[in-house]
């Protein structure tokens, strides 16, 4: 049952599909006809918590409401998109910028305090910035 002609369901279908507060409240037997992208805990952590304060300082004036469920939506693909990129432009600059340490640093005790700490970022990244798992991870830091 619609109220006034507004797509806002009331009585008992109200919860059939959920809330919005509390994405666990849906019904058990419905499926997802397109699943979600599988995404790295980078991605993950940016689209729950950062989104949600970048809304709260401003971002949703940019962006009109949706007639349909009069909230202001941001689609989770442009999301993933943008934390690929930064992604694979901090994967780029590791290297690199472990390179040009080492070539400034001439002590041997100071260069392996520096591999060693590139090798914990970098790992670090691995796990944070991939879905890798724990022995892939391994392998990628040993190498």
């Known amino acids: ?30 499926v997802a006809l397109r699943p979600r992208q599988q995404e790295d805990p980078f991605s993950g952590w ?8 970048l809304l709260r300082c401003g971002l949703a004036r940019i962006k009109a409401p949706s007639r349909i469920h009069g909230v202001v939506g941001y689609n989770d693909g442009t999301i993933f998109k943008i934390t690929y990129w930064i992604s694979s432009i901090l994967a780029s600059l590791i290297p690199v910028l472990s390179i040009v340490v080492l070539y400034r640093v001439h002590s041997i005790t100071n260069r392996l305090g520096i591999i060693a700490i590139f090798n914990i970022l970098m790992s670090v990244c691995l796990s944070g910035f991939t879905n890798a798992k724990r022995s892939e991870v391994f392998t990628i830091t040993t190498a």
């Open 1 to 30: 049952m619609f109220r006034d002609g507004a797509l806002a369901l009331i009585e008992k279908d109200a919860h059939t599909w959920g809330s919005v507060l509390d994405r666990t409240s849906h019904s058990v037997d419905l």
């Open 46 to 53: 940016i689209s729950k918590n950062a989104l949600v304060l």
